[in-house]
């Protein structure tokens, strides 16, 4: 199993930016999908973003579509989440999740489609 670990959360204000990393490894990173997902407290864990890694091909939920990136650097198996103009509802704990290629486009927003997750890093947007 592929062992993630998250960097780059802390603390922002409303309009802000911050860059997330999740550096992977014990895999063959380049044939996987990877995806960031996101959890509030009281709230179930929410997909955010998904890359395919070989190809590049990117997929976003609506609510950080035009806001967030996502991206991959295969020379350095890592993964990142791009996040600008950010909002109070965007605090949450992110995790990076490590998925299949074959999962069809109708799973990949489910949790329980990732076979590997980090520890998770928190993202808190406040003044």
């Known amino acids: 199993q592929m062992q993630l670990v998250e960097s780059g959360g802390g603390l922002v204000q409303p309009g802000g930016s911050l860059q997330l990393s999740c550096v992977v490894s014990?895999?063959?990173?380049?044939?996987?999908?990877m995806a960031w997902f996101r959890q509030a407290p009281g709230k179930e864990r929410e997909f955010v973003a998904r890359i395919t890694v070989n190809t590049g091909r990117t997929i976003y939920a609506n609510s950080v579509k035009g806001r967030f990136t996502i991206s991959r650097d295969k020379a350095k198996n890592t993964v990142y989440l791009q996040m600008n103009s950010l909002r109070p509802e965007d605090t949450a704990v992110y995790y990076c999740a490590q998925g299949r290629t074959s999962t069809i486009y109708s799973e990949m927003g489910n949790p329980t489609q990732y076979d590997a997750w980090g520890q998770g890093t928190q993202v808190t947007v406040s003044s």
């Open positions: 014990g895999g063959t990173f380049s044939s996987v999908a």
